[in-house]
C-alpha cells in the first residue's frame, strides 16, 4: 500500500500562483511514476502532469504547458506542482496519483493509488 497525501491547495486571484505538494509513504517510493490529475464539477478527472521515477521524463498537459512544472525529490517521497498564472478554468480539485513502474505519461486506468484531492480555486 501507498499512501498519497496532499497539501498546498487554496483560493488564489487569477494570475497568481500556489504550489503543491504531495508526500508518500508505505513503499519505495521511486518504483512510481507519479502524476496530479484534477476534477472540476461536473467534469472527468483529466490528467495535468506526469513525471518518471528518478525525474527525468515529464509530460504536461496542453493545458498547463509553460504554467506548470512537476517535479520530484525522491529523497523527500514528494512531488511537487508548481503552478503559475493561474486561471479560472484551472479550478478543480487536483488528485496525486501513483503508478507501479508506470510511465511519466501517466494513464488513468493505470493509476494504483490515489490521494485524497485538494481544492484549488482561482477567482476571477
Known amino acids: 500500500q501507498v499512501q498519497l497525501v496532499e497539501s498546498g491547495g487554496g483560493l488564489v486571484q487569477a494570475g497568481g500562483s500556489l504550489r503543491l505538494s504531495c508526500v508518500a509513504s508505505?513503499?519505495?517510493?521511486?518504483?512510481?511514476?507519479m502524476g496530479w490529475f484534477r476534477q472540476a464539477p461536473g467534469k472527468e478527472r483529466e490528467f495535468v502532469a506526469g513525471?518518471?521515477?528518478?525525474?527525468?521524463?515529464?509530460k504536461h498537459a496542453d493545458s498547463v504547458e509553460g504554467r506548470f512544472t512537476i517535479s520530484r525529490d525522491n529523497a523527500k517521497n514528494t512531488v511537487y506542482l508548481p503552478m503559475n498564472s493561474l486561471k479560472p478554468e484551472d479550478t478543480a480539485v487536483y488528485y496525486c496519483?501513483?503508478?507501479?513502474?508506470?510511465?511519466?505519461?501517466?494513464?488513468?486506468?493505470?493509476?494504483?493509488?490515489w490521494g485524497q484531492g485538494t481544492q484549488v480555486t482561482v477567482s476571477s
Open positions: 513525471i518518471s521515477w528518478n525525474g527525468g521524463m515529464t
Open positions: 496519483a501513483a503508478d507501479y513502474r508506470g510511465s511519466y505519461y501517466l494513464k488513468l486506468a493505470f493509476v494504483d493509488y
Open positions: 508505505g513503499r519505495t517510493f521511486s518504483n512510481y511514476a
